[in-house]
């Protein structure tokens, strides 16, 4: 089992920008596909980015597609989350996991190993 923690979150004005951190415990951080999620009041969790094993590949969602950039460094055994140009829709508690599979990134049944959350919040 591994151990995720998220940290980074906090207050923002619109537009504005943060960057998530997301540290693993354990020696197999890079064999495994990584993701963000989100959970905003009252909504499902969803889907915001996914990493391969390498970093080499990137996934988003379409609405924070070209503003929010996923990476990694297996050295440190850390993923990164740089959000930009945020927007009051953004707020929400940002989730990082761990895949099962490569098959599909952006299913949170995919995943098996979660953080306790780190919250966003973005002021209009």
């Known amino acids: 089992q591994v151990q995720l923690v998220e940290s980074g979150g906090g207050l923002v004005q619109a537009g504005g920008s943060l960057r998530l951190s997301c540290a693993a415990s354990?020696?197999?951080?890079?064999?495994?596909?990584m993701g963000w999620f989100r959970q905003a009041p009252g909504k499902e969790r969803e889907f915001v980015a996914a990493?391969?094993?390498?970093?080499?590949?990137?996934y988003y969602a379409s609405s924070v597609k070209g503003r929010f950039t996923i990476s990694r460094d297996n050295a440190k055994n850390t993923m990164y989350l740089q959000m930009n140009g945020l927007k009051p829709e953004d707020t929400a508690v940002y989730y990082c996991?761990?895949?099962?599979?490569?098959?599909?990134?952006?299913?949170?049944?995919?995943?098996?190993?979660w953080g306790q959350g780190t919250q966003v919040t973005v002021s209009s």
């Open positions: 996991a761990r895949a099962k599979d490569s098959r599909v990134v952006n299913a949170t049944d995919r995943y098996d190993n």
């Open positions: 354990g020696r197999t951080f890079s064999s495994y596909f």
């Open positions: 990493i391969s094993w390498s970093g080499g590949s990137t």
